[in-house]
């Protein structure tokens, strides 16, 4: 399973960003999807997660902002971010594992590994 994010940039607090990361239609069958990030000196937190019963979650800090989909035309996970606010600030990952569910997913502590990863993309929210 490779995993590689797009659509990372530098936007003003307010604005807006979309993530995105292709995976096969094998991987949405079998794994749920999440968006991971990891802040400077801060540990890694669940962000949002998918998985394929369509089921979603969110951490606190994502709802109402932050929605995840996905294409199923392209098979791309998708993290729109609106109102963007500078504690958003970080590398954001994609991540596909076998969780029990989208809360599980999200809400895992952050020394558990998922089964599979991207590489990241940045987002600066500047003030």
């Known amino acids: 399973v490779q995993l590689v994010e797009s659509g990372g940039g530098s936007v003003q607090a307010g604005g807006s960003l979309r993530l995105s990361c292709p995976a096969s239609?094998?991987?949405?069958?079998?794994?749920?999807m999440g968006w991971f990030r990891r802040a400077p000196g801060k540990e890694r937190e669940g962000v949002a997660a998918?998985?394929?019963?369509?089921?979603?979650s969110y951490a606190d800090s994502a709802k109402g902002r932050f929605t995840i989909s996905r294409d199923n035309a392209k098979n791309v996970l998708n993290l729109q971010m609106n109102s963007l606010k500078p504690e958003d600030t970080a590398m954001y990952y994609c991540a596909a594992h076998p969780a029990p569910s989208p809360s599980w997913m999200v809400f895992v502590p952050s020394n558990y590994g998922m089964e599979f990863w991207g590489q990241g993309t940045l987002v600066i929210v500047s003030s």
């Open positions: 998918l998985c394929s019963d369509g089921s979603t």
């Open positions: 239609a094998f991987t949405y069958s079998n794994y749920c």
